[in-house]
């Protein structure tokens, strides 16, 4: 078999991997039941992806075959190792609003919460790129955009009520068994576990029952990962 490569984005500590788009990637790997080598990367090499005809991570090399995208990433291995557990088990339509819902609903109201502990972790040659990314992206500085934390933190609640009315109903988002539709939202909660922020999910309610589960997939995937733990307040 191909030797698989993934390139993922990494703090200052190069142990620490923190993207939810490369979580997807890593954990689609892990359902197919393939090994990966990964690769840590940072923002200013950009030029190291330049193989890839793009600069974003995760970036799959399988063999002869470079794949980008966390999406792609998962059509890919469907298609090319279909002897393999499928990872959308058919059409991917409803798959794909689950992605499209993670990315344009939940993503943004939990940047607001944790873009500070985003630059916290990041390597300090990254910093000026992602400040002022950012900063121009949202019309205001890092700390004026997180103000008021707890707001935002109440405000997850109503954010999650999808997922905690789901996860009340069936122990996966994906039914019976995990596959990618988990791996999305999993990817989300363990970008915001790796950086040290909040718990998401009512203590002990589907949300957080489900994300313990998900911890212990793939025997502990993504519980033995590094992460940042947040100082007492």
Same mark, same amino acid.
């Given at each position: 078999?191909?030797?698989?490569? %993934? ?26 039941? %393939?090994? +990966?080598?990964? #690769? ?16 974003r991570v995760p970036v799959l090399i399988d063999g002869e075959t470079i794949v ?26 409803? #798959? ?6 993670? /990315? ?9 919460? #944790? ?8 390597? +300090? ?33 109503? #954010? ?7 996860? +009340? ?46 911890? /212990? ?8 990962a590094p992460a940042r733990h947040r100082a007492a307040a």
């Amino acid at each position: 078999m191909p030797a698989v490569t %993934l390139y993922e984005l990494a703090g200052a500590d190069p142990g620490l991997r923190f993207s939810p788009y490369c979580w997807r990637s890593r954990l689609a790997l892990a359902h197919k039941g %393939l090994a +990966a080598t990964t #690769v840590a990367w940072h923002y200013h090499e950009r030029e190291a992806l330049s193989f890839s005809g793009q600069d974003r991570v995760p970036v799959l090399i399988d063999g002869e075959t470079i794949v980008a995208d966390s999406w792609a990433i998962a059509v890919y291995l469907d298609k090319h190792y279909p002897e393999r557990p499928q990872l959308f088990g058919g059409d991917p339509g409803a #798959v794909r609003f689950i992605n499209t819902w993670t /990315d344009s609903v939940l993503h943004p109201a939990l940047l607001r919460v #944790v873009l500070l502990d985003i630059y916290a972790v990041i390597d +300090a040659r990254d910093r000026d790129y992602f400040r002022s990314s950012r900063e121009r992206r949202y019309g205001a500085s890092l700390e004026a955009y997180c103000a008021d934390r707890a707001a935002h933190l109440a405000g997850l609640t109503t #954010v999650l009520v999808p997922l905690e009315t789901l996860l +009340a109903q069936q122990p996966y988002l994906a039914g019976d068994r995990p596959a990618y539709a988990d791996y999305i939202v999993a990817g989300t909660f363990q970008w915001i576990r790796c950086i040290g922020g909040p718990p998401l999910g009512t203590p002990g309610g589907p949300v957080e029952v489900w994300w313990q589960r998900m911890l /212990d997939a793939f025997d502990g995937l993504l519980r033995r990962a590094p992460a940042r733990h947040r100082a007492a307040a």
